[in-house]
């Protein structure tokens, strides 16, 4: 498995789904698992320490710990996906200020797209095939937004 | 042991000797440790859940994330201190914004004092010493503030 | 009486509701009332004065002096829930940020639930009953938040 | 008496002084006093209450309740002055967000000079003398700020 | 006349019109006209300085220079009311954040009715009709906080 | 005259300073004034439309409305240069947030050089002098940034 | 040509159309395209270093570096648009706060119409024929806002 | 080559310096270079275009487009240091907020030692001694954050 995708909560759905969208078109192996860092902390801890996967993805919103605390146990990469709500700095905030030593990648609030692509970034630095599948992704959203197709 | 301090960083020690000058003039025992939440997770787990402590008290900045997690190993009541920094609506929201089902009670902005004051009031409720010297302590914070003391 | 709740606004009954829904399922005893800071401050302090509740919940939106109010007039603990609206900065600020000597246990935006289970977790201290409760509700939570019920 | 400045906390001494400033070159009586509208509640409803001004200036910091606790007693109009801190915009939001019904009259964060002047443009409604001092305070002000005095 | 109403665009005329549902109701006269700051700085300065209204409301929003500008052109009392939009501090600060020497009475978003009170708090200090309609409004808006009306 | 610059307040000379610095190394000719426009309206009313000036910079902080107010006096391009102070979202918000029709070109916070540079540039349409000097500027810019000179 | 738009995005339209709407009506010519800063950077800086355009205007929500991204390619003057969205100050922020040397004029959130009248303003000064139609359209405005039109 | 540190500016020196005290216990090369995004667009894109590094770590304040822009020019791993000033929203937020397609892992403010864990982190995937290194340092971390060292 390369990439495990952690959502605080099942209304983090629509956010999960962009990264899936994502993930869908490239070869990788992932996982979409609930498991909330407030209500089951041993089920992230287990989850986390088990698996085998290469990359974490964490969404959560409102005070938004769980990303901060999947890396509390791993020393894998864990990117951080704030969600929004009445307030949105209050996830920004809590996922991107982490303390010196443990590293959370934050990427924008609701991104779970960009989410998938860091990871497959990161991936893609030992995957040739990955590589040439997000140089290949690349070409096309520029089109894209060139609306040139 | 009536309450639990615990502080993300030792650098957190102003705030939490400001909880510390309080409990002094009380009735109560306490105790003071440093555990962080992401640094060393296990720490926090462990002591939440062996400690006989009535009363949790998390101080911390930035990401804040320590009396979340106090609170998603217990169901006693949890205290949080954001602690002020460059940004300082980081800890605040942090802290503050907990999901639904497990709740944190923040006080202001480097409010170690607060912090004891409001474990002192809890306690209070079986305690009719701690009780009768809240009132104390109120009456002669009155005196003080209106320049009578 | 267990918990009195007041309510700045009868237009903040969908957040007293919130604290309403968790109360029902727990042996204690609630009354909810209105009774605003500003247009009522002599209803609020006999209220308060008067009540043989132990913990207050107030919950108020906008300028949000009522959690403050409440709390300038007992040593019991009292909690407060900041209600949204156009900015939520204010109404959190407002309840969270009170001055030295008199604590206010600030829980999240529009949060009547937590505050429920706050007052709750206070009044376990000395209920088993409650405090077995509360473990329970937990347990529950948790497989909801997993999927498992 | 004309105007009743009541500040929060001792510590807000500065900014009550910046509205001194002011006011003694002006034909007014004036009062300044401390009373803590979370400390002494009490003291601030019966200074409110007795006083004979025509005019209150309420001074405080942080949750600032201050300002429209004064205005909870009273149907005379209510200055609010915040207090700089750590946020700003707490003392700011607090005194500015009164719910409908009870008007605060907000000036700027620090802005004690001002709460003076809005005070005498008040009472100058029905006082020649204060009028004409305010038009000549006003041309000075002008001509300084035009560094031509 | 007693209190000139100016917004600064057709737009506010929802706040400007909560303003006249209380003054409709007091013994006052008033007057409300559009002109904005930005848009006719000349129409605003001669209505400012050729009106004898006693009392200024200024109601804008955005960049909300309107309250200021009123308050460059007269010594009389200017209370000034942002309006909400996308950002909602910009009107508010704005408005608030006074240099020293030109008041402006700020009063919460969107809140033309409590700068129509404001204003009549004002003008009681000299009418006693308006004072007794005041405590009577008070009266019934404290009933009707509580349920009784 | 190519460049007025108005500041609101004597204490916001440095930020005139860092325009000053920039404009002494280029062919044009500017002026800086001292006029508020709260404090001297009539003054910045008649220093904008006696102007010759191509483009107005326009340095202020709190409430800012300077940048605006002299926009409501010309169809000339406006510069605006909020002044940082204890908020500083204050004079950024009150001067990008114009609103339609009267626009003025906001540059970052107490960013009096890119103030003079944005005059510049606008300058250098028609002439060519300047032109080079500013495309010589940048090169200079660049390779200082590199640490090349 | 004289004013060249880019927009960061396609969903940016609504607000190119809000400065189209403008300049439809004044003797200039303008071109509107579709390059992302992110996407597509070397289309636009060949857009950028090719355009005969004397001012350029950028559009872009979010992290908004398309404005200082065209400024980094040219010394012509270049107005940044920023686009609303779930958090607003993301991209006033990004717009507004260039670094020292690279000017972006900054208007107002949304606000393309105004970006149009800036370009105008800056054009007009070597166009009589854009001056006269810009005192024109100021003079309707004004009488627009009086309800006079 | 392992991982390339780019700044906006020297002035972002301190928190490069914190990077490279990281980095430099660790087996990597690594190399840190000066290069603003809106002062020196070329080199930057040049840096990335030909640089043999598997990571990137972009440092800049302000409107700090340096790592997005780093990231329109590469499909590997940027990184984001947000770097503090008189606003820290305004780099945060330019960072974390990147369009979709185009990801920007971000750190938080001044966390130049988070930002190098990170992209250690992403090399560890492929590098036993690296990742040996970081579990190493964790529990270093974990001992020394308990006090134990």
């Not at 495990?4 to 962009?18: A, L, R």
């Not at 490239?26 to 979409?32: A, L």
């Not at 996967?53 to 919103?61: E, L, P, R, S, T």
């Not at 969600?83 to 200020?97: A, C, M, P, R």
């Amino acid at each position: 498995m390369d990439i495990q995708i952690i959502m605080g909560s099942k209304s983090d759905t629509p956010i999960s789904e962009k990264a899936e969208k994502i993930l869908k078109n490239f070869d990788v192996e992932y996982e979409v698992t609930v498991a909330s860092a407030h209500r089951a902390p041993d089920v992230v801890k287990d989850l986390v320490e088990k698996s085998k996967a290469k990359v974490f993805i964490g969404i959560a919103g409102l005070s938004a710990a769980l990303p901060g605390v999947i890396a509390s146990h791993t020393t894998k990469p864990v990117i951080g996906v704030p969600v929004s709500g009445k307030i949105n700095l209050d996830s920004i905030l809590s996922i991107i200020q982490m303390p010196p030593g443990i590293p959370v990648a934050a990427v924008g609030l609701d991104r779970g797209d960009n989410a998938a692509l860091l990871a497959l970034e990161i991936l893609s630095l030992t995957n040739k095939k990955i590589q040439e599948q997000l140089v290949q992704y690349r070409r096309e959203l520029r089109e894209k937004s060139l609306g040139k197709k």
